[in-house]
T-cell receptor, first 115, second 117 residues
Framework: KNEVEQSPQNLTAQEGEFITINCSYS?????LHWLQQHPGGGIVSLFM???GKKKHGRLIATINIQEKHSSLHITASHPRDSAVYIC?????????????????FGKGTKLSVKP | DGGITQSPKYLFRKEGQNVTLSCEQN?????MYWYRQDPGQGLRLIYY???????QKGDIAEGYSVSREKKESFPLTVTSAQKNPTAFYLC????????????????FGPGTRLTVL
């Protein structure tokens, strides 16, 4: 079964801490996405990557295709970073019977950053 | 401003009633998606449409129906056949796949929280 696993499920940090959220998947992919969902429910896309590393402000996303693993890092965390972070993948054509544009989602990591 | 709108934000319905959730986008995107989100679970795909006048079932299509008569609009009807419709529903859109492109970024609406009384 094509699966996406995230860890940890819940994470509490103090303001200023370095945070890492992990994502692993079961079979080959064409791309991996990191999404952020705020308490109101809306979702925004943070990163879309198929190899290497991307950085945007205090957020860094890395992916290791061979190990089928990705990490999202937040440096100098702030209470406004509190949200649910979701990993999602596009499985490659040989591994997925639906449209390659479709995303398969992890269950999310709920991050709470305390002041 | 370009984006995706969903209405209403909160919706209550009685058991046995059909209800339609609206999703509109002005991003000129070809592809549109409907997801359901339940506590403790990842988003699950209900229906998707890669082009106007065409749509496909996702992983949990039973009890739902959609239409795609216009590029901008992809309404979702939750029918009385859906056994457990209380959930948070998210609509998304993307440019759509073309040529050798095998993935693209999805843009999400604010969601509709449906509660069945």
């Amino acid at each position: 079964k094509n699966e996406v696993e995230q860890s940890p499920q819940n994470l509490t940090a103090q303001e200023g801490e370095f945070i890492t959220i992990n994502c692993s998947y079961s079979v080959g992919i064409s791309a991996l996405h990191w999404l952020q969902q705020h308490p109101g429910g809306g979702i925004v896309s943070l990163f879309m990557l198929s190899s290497g590393k991307k950085k945007h402000g205090r957020l860094i996303a890395t992916i290791n295709i061979q190990e089928k693993h990705s990490s999202l890092h937040i440096t100098a965390s702030h209470p406004r970073d509190s949200a649910v972070y979701i990993c999602a993948v596009n499985f490659s054509r040989v591994n997925y019977g639906g449209s390659q544009g479709n995303l398969i989602f992890g269950k999310g990591t709920k991050l709470s950053v305390k002041p | 401003d370009g984006g995706i709108t969903q209405s209403p934000k909160y919706l209550f319905r009685k058991e046995g009633q059909n209800v339609t959730l609206s999703c509109e986008q002005n991003l000129n995107h070809d592809a549109m998606y409907w997801y359901r989100q339940d506590p403790g679970q990842g988003l699950r795909l209900i229906y998707y449409s890669q082009i106007v006048n065409d749509f496909q079932k996702g992983d949990i299509a039973e009890g739902y129906s959609v239409s795609r008569e216009k590029k901008e609009s992809f309404p979702l009807t939750v029918t009385s056949a859906q056994k457990n419709p209380t959930a948070f529903y998210l609509c998304a859109s993307s440019r759509g796949l073309a040529g050798l492109i095998t993935y693209d970024e999805q843009f999400f609406g604010p969601g509709t929280r449906l509660t069945v009384l």
